[in-house]
């Protein structure tokens, strides 16, 4: 039964856990870590490392898209971004950062990120965006909203998306409206032959309900990171360790509902090192979807910036636009190293095989028993 706290006369909250209250305990042996698999698998699509790309402009251009998919990861192109509304991009992302870069109005550049997202998707960039991924022979995910998955889905698909995303910061297999049809999604992914990822959700029944549309996997968490606004402008949170474990309760309670359907997990907040990888996979996800961590590639488009695509909500940001201190390192040694940083933001990967090597698992699926135990 989940801990309820009385916070005051009649009214109680239950207790959650973030990834930083939970460490992994080590068992009884080790392995080497050449033994180690970190292989995913998502529908007929095989991975060699569990990731899954944050769509956000601040990330992921087509070109790195590319790169995380020869790298072994899933790079997932925000079908609604900047490179979907506007020829050269590095120009425009450009005029976002040095907006970011004048201290004197923070908002700035929030305001030229929704002056930009004020264009409108155009079908002829978006397509020319996802050939380039096509064409290199990974793996082609995009990402659209719920309230545009309709309209751009045909099209996205005629360009060869694989892989569909529909994600907002907060989504539910019900949403109701006054004035016209919501999006039906289980009617929605039944009418598709690709895989949907579906989210972000923070609770058992709500993934339970997005399992239940017949998603292939959902993401769990808003995208969490030191530039996201969401606790702050809606008082919403998701403590990531419990939302990624009730997640984990949903999938195995609809394995068995289906008789065998699995449902994939896939964390997308606090994941800034490489330990918080491995927490969310002893949690019980399947993958990580990785935003914030990626800044630390040269490659980013962000120049040392990160923002989510709520930032460019035109009435309620949800995401400031926020500098990092990069370290300079190519995507692949970010992903795979050799790293020289002590605090694992560097060689993500690396550390999670590592720490599964020193608890002796094998695999993703045997590691999502690791022992856990909460801080005191």
């Not at 949170?237 to 009730?246: C, E, H, K, L, R």
Request: charged share 20%; proline share 4%.
């Amino acid at each position: 039964m989940r801990d309820q706290v009385e916070i005051g006369m009649g009214r109680t909250a239950m207790r959650g856990y973030d990834l930083d209250d939970v460490e992994i305990v080590p068992s009884r042996r080790t392995r080497s870590s050449q033994d180690v698999s970190l292989s995913w698998q998502i529908d007929a699509y095989r991975f060699d490392i569990p990731l899954v790309t944050h769509p956000t402009d601040a990330t992921v251009s087509p070109a790195t898209a590319v790169q995380v998919g020869e790298l072994g990861g899933l790079g997932v192109l925000n079908a609604e971004g900047l490179w979907a509304r506007h020829e050269n991009v590095e120009d425009k992302l450009f005029d976002v950062v040095r907006a970011a870069e004048e201290q004197g109005d923070p908002a700035a550049a929030i305001r030229k990120l929704q002056e930009l997202h004020a264009a409108p998707v155009r079908l002829d960039l978006v397509s020319a965006a996802l050939q380039q991924i096509k064409d290199s022979g990974v793996t082609v995910a995009a990402r659209v909203s719920p309230q545009r998955a309709e309209e751009l889905t045909p099209d996205l698909l005629a360009a060869g998306v694989e892989v569909l995303v529909v994600q907002g910061t907060i989504i539910s297999a019900e949403h109701v409206a006054r004035d016209g049809e919501p999006l039906n999604l289980k009617r929605f992914i039944g009418d598709l032959d690709v895989p949907v990822v579906a989210g972000g959700v923070g609770d058992y029944r709500t993934a339970m309900h997005l399992m239940r549309t017949g998603a292939a996997g959902v993401v769990v968490g808003f995208g969490q990171s030191r530039a996201a606004t969401t606790t702050q402008v809606l008082g919403i949170g998701v403590p990531m360790a419990t939302a990624i474990a009730d997640a984990a309760a949903a999938r195995r309670d609809y394995l068995d509902e289906t008789g065998g359907r699995y449902v994939h997990v896939i964390a997308d907040g606090s994941l800034s090192y490489s330990g918080d990888i491995a927490k969310a996979i002893g949690c019980g996800a399947d993958a990580v979807m990785l935003g914030e961590a990626l800044t630390e590639a040269a490659e980013a488009p962000g120049q040392g910036y990160y923002w989510t695509s709520a930032a460019a909500h035109p009435n309620l940001p949800r995401s400031e636009i926020a500098g990092f201190a990069g370290s300079g390192a190519d995507l692949e040694t970010v992903l795979y190293g050799p790293s020289s940083d002590a605090y694992g933001t560097l060689n993500l990967f690396g550390g999670l095989r590592r720490a599964m090597a020193k608890t002796g698992y094998r695999d993703l699926k045997e590691f999502q028993k690791v022992g856990l135990m909460l801080r005191s």
